[in-house]
Every structure is written in structure tokens, then in C-alpha cells.
């Protein structure tokens, strides 16, 4: 018993890499094989690239044969797909969506748009490249990509994360200052969004060097604490019956 008291339940490695721990290691490549398996999909529809997941989804092509299905809402998701051009306020929303999602989390970029601002890139409003700000994991590239394209790329994911080697989200902790400091010089100073990420840095144990800095320390100047969601909408002002919960 005390032998098996003293595996770790998880590698904090590669599955390829490994600890020298047998049976640690033979654990994380069974999880992550059934992850790479098993994946819900949250596609934010930004831009004319979208057009090519109605047909990557059904009956022709039926991405779902492949357990990636799309889901609704953030925190059930795996996959953020990112499809187009991104204008500024845009982004705002996908970085408080990605932020939301639990770890491990994957970005893909869909259409050359994402990549440098495609036919956009001398525009004013639009972000230039998705991984200054995101931890993108894979970019499709096209104007716009077909649905083989689109399946391809996701097959290359499945197999990246069987492989272990799609851990870009723990660059995002690890490298939390970075992506905040491009985030600030195109939102302003005063950009926050309401998840603590230094805090899940420290709860998945990636804090890195890069993780706090000179820009991680301007949030913290300015940085107000989440109100609840009934003080948000005023309901707290509102009279309530005796008979109703609350
Ligand atoms: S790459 Fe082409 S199809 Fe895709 S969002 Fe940009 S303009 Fe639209």
C-alpha cells in the first residue's frame, strides 16, 4: 500500500515524455488518448470562414465520426475555433471565452485572417495575429479553407494531443504577462476580464517566470472585484415576496 501511495496520479508531463514512473505514464497516455477522442467544440463564428462548418458537421464530411462535437457553452468545451477575421471588440469577447473554458483547452484558428489579417490587415479594427493574444494551438489556413481542410487540421490536433504535445493553454499561464501585455496595448490600460488566471496558474502549478511582470502589476492597480450577478443587474434593489426564493 505504501508503495502505491507514493504514484502520482498525474505525470505533470508529456505522455511521451514521461517521469520514469511506469505506471504514471502509462495513465496520462491513456487519458489523453481518451481526450483526444472525446472533444466538444465551441466555434465562435467571427468571420466568412464559418460558411465551411455546416458541411465539416453533417452528413458529408460528419466531423462527429471523428467524437469532436459542437457545444454550447464555454465551460463544457475543449476546442475554441476561431473562424476569420477579428475585429478588436471581438476579441475582447473570444479572450473572456477562451478564459472561461477549463484546462486543457485548445484554440484553432480557422482561415488566413486569423494568421495576419488576411484581406484586413491594413485595417485599423481588426487584430493581426490570433497568437499574440491567445495560445493558438493550430492555424487552417485558406480564404476560406474547405471542410477537408478544416477535418485535416482537426485530425492533426487529436494527434498532437495524443502525442502531448498540444499544451499551448499552459503557455497562457506560464506566459500570463506576455499575452497581457498585447491584450492592454490594444484595449487600454483599465482591460481586465473577470477570471483570475494567476490564481489557476497557482492551482495547476504554472507559474512561470513570465507569468507576473510589469503588466500582470498595472492589473492589480487597477483591478476591481467582481460584484455578484444580482448587485449587476440591480436586482438586489428589487422587493422580494416572502413566498419566493430568492
Ligand atoms: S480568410 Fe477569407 S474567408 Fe476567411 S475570414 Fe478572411 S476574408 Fe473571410
Same mark, same amino acid.
Given at each position: 500500500m505504501s508503495t502505491l501511495k507514493n504514484i502520482p496520479v498525474v505525470s505533470h508531463e508529456k505522455p511521451?515524455?514521461?517521469?520514469?514512473?511506469?505506471?504514471?505514464?502509462?495513465?496520462?497516455?491513456?487519458?489523453?488518448? !481518451?481526450?483526444?477522442?472525446?472533444?466538444?467544440?465551441?466555434?465562435?463564428?467571427?468571420? !466568412?470562414?464559418?460558411?465551411?462548418?455546416?458541411?465539416?458537421?453533417?452528413?458529408?464530411?460528419?466531423?462527429?465520426?471523428?467524437?469532436?462535437?459542437?457545444?454550447?457553452?464555454?465551460?463544457?468545451?475543449?476546442?475554441?475555433?476561431?473562424?476569420?477575421?477579428?475585429?478588436?471588440?471581438?476579441?475582447?469577447?473570444?479572450?473572456?471565452?477562451?478564459?472561461?473554458?477549463?484546462?486543457?483547452k485548445y484554440v484553432i484558428g480557422i482561415c488566413s485572417c486569423t494568421v495576419n489579417g488576411g484581406m484586413y490587415w491594413q485595417s485599423y479594427a481588426t487584430a493581426k495575429k490570433l497568437n499574440d493574444y491567445l495560445p493558438v494551438d493550430m492555424y487552417i489556413a485558406g480564404c476560406m479553407p474547405r471542410p477537408e481542410?478544416?477535418?485535416?487540421?482537426?485530425?492533426?490536433?487529436?494527434?498532437?494531443?495524443?502525442?502531448?504535445?498540444?499544451?499551448?493553454?499552459?503557455?497562457?499561464?506560464?506566459?500570463?504577462?506576455?499575452?497581457?501585455?498585447n491584450q492592454q496595448r490594444l484595449f487600454g490600460e483599465n482591460w481586465q476580464t473577470p477570471t483570475d488566471i494567476i490564481g489557476e496558474a497557482r492551482h495547476y502549478d504554472l507559474m512561470g517566470p513570465e507569468t507576473l511582470g510589469p503588466h500582470t502589476a498595472l492589473l492589480e492597480q487597477h483591478q476591481t472585484p467582481l460584484k455578484p450577478f444580482e448587485m449587476t443587474l440591480g436586482l438586489a434593489d428589487l422587493p422580494v415576496r416572502k413566498d419566493e426564493p430568492r
Open positions: 511521451s515524455g514521461g517521469t520514469g514512473n511506469l505506471l504514471a505514464n502509462v495513465f496520462d497516455e491513456l487519458m489523453a488518448f !481518451c481526450r483526444s477522442r472525446s472533444l466538444f467544440m465551441l466555434h465562435y463564428c467571427t468571420g !466568412c470562414g464559418a460558411i465551411e462548418l455546416p458541411p465539416a458537421m453533417t452528413s458529408r464530411f460528419d466531423m462527429e465520426r471523428l467524437g469532436i462535437q459542437p457545444m454550447v457553452t464555454p465551460r463544457q468545451a475543449d476546442i475554441l475555433l476561431v473562424t476569420g477575421y477579428v475585429s478588436t471588440k471581438t476579441l475582447k469577447r473570444i479572450i473572456l471565452t477562451y478564459e472561461q473554458m477549463n484546462s486543457p481542410a478544416v477535418i485535416h487540421g482537426l485530425r492533426e490536433l487529436m494527434e498532437n494531443i495524443k502525442k502531448g504535445e498540444s499544451d499551448n493553454w499552459r503557455d497562457y499561464y506560464r506566459r500570463y504577462d506576455h499575452y497581457l501585455g
